[in-house]
């Protein structure tokens, strides 16, 4: 105790510590105090409600084994990425003597192989005049791309997760077939004027100077403004979205646009099996 | 049989021969018995004091010598245990505060007056009147350190009995050594007040 802290106490203080420092040190009960020595020596005091429970002996393991688990654990890891991912697009057929510019490297369309080596999940495709392109992600969907399209094309679909992938779709058409390994997943085309979340079905997305319009054939095809959701497209309709702002009205499929569309249909037979 | 003695060394402690630690830490039972005897009269007092309740204190001071018992293969013999048992001590009694039977019996049977034992802490002085209030005078001391909020009792005790130093107080109870000054403070203007109408 130092003199300073001493010199602090006010009265009471002061003799509240006198108190506490004329307290005599208790005694343990000789008893108590023998046995205790005994079990202590022995290494047999028994566990009390106090106790915390004796930890069990942790197994040692080399370090190296922490590595060797680590690198499985990464090696492991990225087998399920690549093992969840559904192939990339792959291409069906082109036709057209035009050309085909895919992340910027213009393509003649009539020559596939060019084409091929050149398509990959979210490649940047523009459809010149006269041409035309089938994509096909194995499983998952066919996107037919019509001259003059102008669309970025979906990653890879998962086989388990991020079952749900976006194509931007600028300009031009896209005709789209699902196939059965989308279910349960979605591809969504996205346009200025709207979002389609294209679920099972037959549909086709347009966006020309004038309008974003979703035809829906068949199946389930749910169509988001930015204004409004405008809910599923009923079968055989379509949604035409006006680019100056109008309101969007439901309208029926043209039958050019029907033939345009089971013709999309009948070249996907030979692909999926039909439902 | 329960003794005081009268003029309490709270220092009583020489340094811990490193050969009685070695001893110890290789399960050696008259090392053991070395690190028993220099370690339990602190332990116990501390105990008790802070308690208040000579059951609960051997109940705690069991404990503490089990998780020596525990740890003794792993002693460090280059350091004192004693702190870190001082340290393991007090913990456990604030776990015992915390608990809701302390809560349910706090202030329930004194220190001192302890039925099982069946005689008073006190040891009898040179006469039987001053012994008669000696006891009396820390049985009030006593109850009054009782009566004190949980985190005031226990730096009064490890301050005020146990001598140890702000320091060594802060790092036992998780505060700043000024925190620990100003609840000393405190403490002893509580417990001034708890006894003023004993001082002569």
Partial sequence: MSEREFDNLDQHQRLAQ???????????????????????VAGEIPESHLS???????????????WVGLAAAAVLAVALVGINSLPGPQLVTTNGVGSVTIDGRQLAANQPETITAALRPGAH?????GSSLDVLYPGSFVMRLGEGTDLVLPPRPGRWYNRTVESTLAMGEVSVRTGPGLAGGSLTVTTAEARTVIHGTLVSVLRNDAVTCVCLFEGS????????????????????MFRDGSDPQLMEIMPAHQDHMLGLDAACATIFDKP | MTQASPSPDRHPHPPLPAAVLIGARDGDPTALGKLFEACFDDIFGLAVRMLGDRTQAEDVVQEVFLRLHRSAATLD??????????????NLCRDHWRSFGAKVNRGSVPVDEDPAQGQPLVH?????????????RADRVQAAIDQLPDDLREV??????????HDEIAEMV?????????RYSRALGALGELLKDIWP
Avoid: C, H, N
């Fill in chain 1, 221 to 240: 095809a749910e169509v988001l403004t930015e204004k409004a959701a405008l809910g599923e497209v009923p079968r055989g309709m379509r949604w035409v």
């Fill in chain 2, 77 to 90: 013999v280059s350091r004192d245990p004693r702190p870190w048992l001082r340290t393991l001590t007090a």
């Fill in chain 2, 174 to 182: 998780g505060a700043s050594p000024a925190a620990v000054r100003k």
């Fill in chain 1, 125 to 129: 495709i523009q459809v010149g005049e």
């Fill in chain 2, 124 to 136: 009898p002085g040179p006469t039987p009147e001053a012994e008669t209030l000696a006891g009396q």
């Fill in chain 1, 52 to 66: 915390e429970p004796e930890a069990a002996p942790s197994r040692q393991f080399p370090r190296w084994t922490a």
């Fill in chain 1, 18 to 40: 006198e108190a506490l420092q004329g307290l005599p040190r208790p005694q343990a009960d000789p008893d108590f105090r023998a046995r205790l020595k005994a079990q202590f």
């Fill in chain 2, 156 to 165: 009064v005790v490890l301050r005020g009995y146990q001598d140890l130093a």
